[in-house]
């Protein structure tokens, strides 16, 4: 069954777009598409105001996960996963944006203003890779994926994909920097799950929804196992899915940054988003980032991604068909009536 917000996305009908209705009822349908896109354990953590034809993105403060990212890191990652949602949907619909990253000095949860405006559609235009389709058919996928190779012609097309001023990509197919990061993985889960507070904060992700599941029957009562034994069952479930993957990448940035960080997410959609039309599934791995010292054995790992990593990813063709959609909050529940 879709999500609330898919279904919304849905139903939203082109002729929105087309001068009957108000700018600002034009961007609240484009909202719709923004909230589907992924974040750190689901959380979800963006608010949107709307003042004329102006989008505001900020942060969600209740939603931060102050212990696996208390740099806000992967906060800002998944404001640009959404701020990436918004403008390829605006952009699909025939509108022209200018954008600004954190444009008020002291109020950091405001991360960006987009500005849109009508743009004259060309007659003869050739179609988009991505659509509105293709936002609502991307997924997250946790499950091993087929073996087989990235085709050429799609691996050029991922690697092509328009990247962020300052922010790299690096792709591997290469089994022994597979094998290395799955080593980088297990290590960083014995780290995270000795902390009590990670994992309490995991379960409370777990508890409202978070992950989609990840595979963990009985979520919060798992999180009840030794910590240690839970950390070598995870070990084993990330290790099966990471080394299956014929592809994995790293997208980093010359600074680290909130800007950075953000438009580090906008790439990691834009490329998940590309990923999805081609009919590859991707998904995010984290672990070894929230390690302050795996986090630069990476750097060391992928030197073509930047000096500061930002998002660890495997792709792959999708071992199984229907993938589960997670829950999504609805327009309303994100939308500040004022700014």
């Not at 328009?162 to 591997?172: F, K, N, Q």
Request: hydrophobic share 40%; proline share 8%.
């Amino acid at each position: 069954m879709a999500t609330r917000a898919k279904a919304e996305a849905r139903r939203v009908p082109e002729q929105a777009f087309t001068g009957t209705f108000s700018i600002e009822e034009q961007l609240r349908s484009l909202l719709r598409y923004a909230v589907l896109a992924p974040s750190t354990r689901n959380t979800q953590p963006w608010r949107f105001a709307i003042e004329g034809n102006a989008v505001l993105l900020r942060a969600d403060a209740a939603a931060w996960q102050h212990v696996a990212d208390p740099g806000r890191r992967e906060l800002h990652l998944s404001l640009g996963c959404a701020l990436e949602n918004l403008l390829v949907a605006a952009g699909c619909l025939g509108y022209r944006h200018t954008l600004s990253y954190f444009p008020k000095p002291g109020d950091a949860d405001l991360a960006a203003v987009a500005t849109f405006r009508p743009g004259p559609r060309p007659v003869r235009a050739p179609p988009p890779t991505i659509t509105l389709e293709t936002l609502q058919l991307r997924r997250t996928e946790r499950r091993p994926f087929q073996t087989q190779p990235v085709p050429p012609e799609v691996l050029e097309r991922l690697r092509t994909v328009p990247g962020e001023p300052g922010v790299r990509l690096e792709l591997s197919d290469a089994a022994e920097r597979r094998r290395g990061v799955d080593v980088l993985n297990v290590r960083a889960l014995a780290a995270l799950f000795g902390g009590a507070d990670y994992r309490g904060e995991l379960a409370q992700a777990l508890g409202q929804g978070g992950l989609g599941g990840w595979g963990l029957p009985g979520q919060i009562g798992r999180l009840a196992m030794p910590h240690v034994n839970l950390a070598r069952r995870l070990a084993r479930q990330d290790s099966r899915a990471l080394l299956s993957a014929p592809l994995i990448g790293l997208i980093g940035s010359l600074a680290d940054g909130p800007a950075d960080q953000v438009r580090s997410g906008r790439l990691l959609e834009r490329l998940w988003l590309t990923a999805t039309a081609h009919g590859f599934a991707l998904q995010p791995v984290s672990q070894a980032l929230e390690v302050p010292a795996l986090r630069l054995e990476l750097a060391a790992r992928f030197p073509e991604a930047g000096t500061y990593p930002q998002q660890l990813f495997r792709l792959g063709r999708a071992g199984a068909p229907g993938a589960h959609p997670t829950s999504r909050r609805a327009v309303e529940d994100v939308l500040d009536r004022s700014a």
